[in-house]
T-cell receptor, first 113, second 114 residues
Framework: GNSVTQMEGPVTLSEEAFLTINCTYT??????LFWYVQYPGEGLQLLLK?????DKGSNKGFEATYRKETTSFHLEKGSVQVSDSAVYFC????????????FGQGTRLTINP | NAGVMQNPRHLVRRRGQEARLRCSPM?????VYWYRQLPEEGLKFMVY????????ESGMPKERFSAEFPKEGPSILRIQQVVRGDSAAYFC????????????FGPGTRLLVL
């Protein structure tokens, strides 16, 4: 079945550091790929998405590129801020059937001033 | 346009009681998904509903759990005879259509079973 594997956390960085959170997936067909962010005590917010190979999703300085050849969708940001501290979830969605999301286990990111 | 609404935000139940979780999708959205998040884990799909229809309930436990999305009113996730293992955050998401549409999440209901 479909699955998503994320980089183990927690990740702790200093402000203005470069961020990479790795995400790889296993899927039949051509899924859509997503990054969601969850702040403490809140629900998930869509951060960015990509729907086909080589697409780059971007938002708020975050980027991720849909790499079909390596089945990856790594999240990057050039200069993180304290306000980026949250849990980040990589997810995929089938294009057929129920379109349900399959999530990775989440990566907790803490940014220190 | 209000986002996805869920209530209650926090729910405490004793073992054996019933829990009812409500979800009002975004305006114009006719597709609702329920997910469960156990502590320190990712979200797991439970059920997908359209108005008056359950489309996919492959993630729902076979016993004690049920879901509905009536023609009028919110979607309801019902857990009968709750046990401690049901303690989790339950998230609802909605989308306007299927076929790759983005799902928008509510703030979740955090259920604690004593």
């Amino acid at each position: 079945g479909n699955s998503v594997t994320q980089m183990e956390g927690p990740v702790t960085l200093s402000e203005e550091a470069f961020l990479t959170i790795n995400c790889t997936y296993t899927a039949t067909g051509y899924p859509s790929l997503f990054w969601y962010v969850q702040y403490p005590g809140e629900g998930l917010q869509l951060l960015l998405k990509a729907t086909k190979a080589d697409d780059k999703g971007s938002n708020k300085g975050f980027e991720a590129t849909y790499r079909k050849e390596t089945t990856s969708f790594h999240l990057e940001k050039g200069s993180v801020q304290v306000s980026d501290s949250a849990v980040y979830f990589c997810a995929l969605s089938d294009r057929v059937g129920a379109q349900k999301l399959v999530f990775g286990q989440g990566t907790r990111l803490t940014i220190n001033p | 346009n209000a986002g996805v609404m869920q209530n209650p935000r926090h729910l405490v139940r004793r073992r054996g009681q019933e829990a009812r979780l409500r979800c009002s999708p975004m305006k114009g959205h006719s597709h609702v998904y329920w997910y469960r998040q156990l502590p320190e884990e990712g979200l797991k799909f439970m059920v997908y509903l359209q108005k008056e229809n359950i489309i996919d309930e492959s993630g729902m436990p076979k016993e004690r759990f049920s879901a509905e999305f009536p023609k009028e009113g919110p979607s309801i996730l019902r857990i009968q005879q709750v046990v401690r293992g049901d303690s989790a955050a339950y998230f609802c998401a909605s989308s306007p259509r299927d076929r790759g549409e983005t799902q928008y999440f509510g703030p979740g209901t955090r259920l604690l079973v004593l």
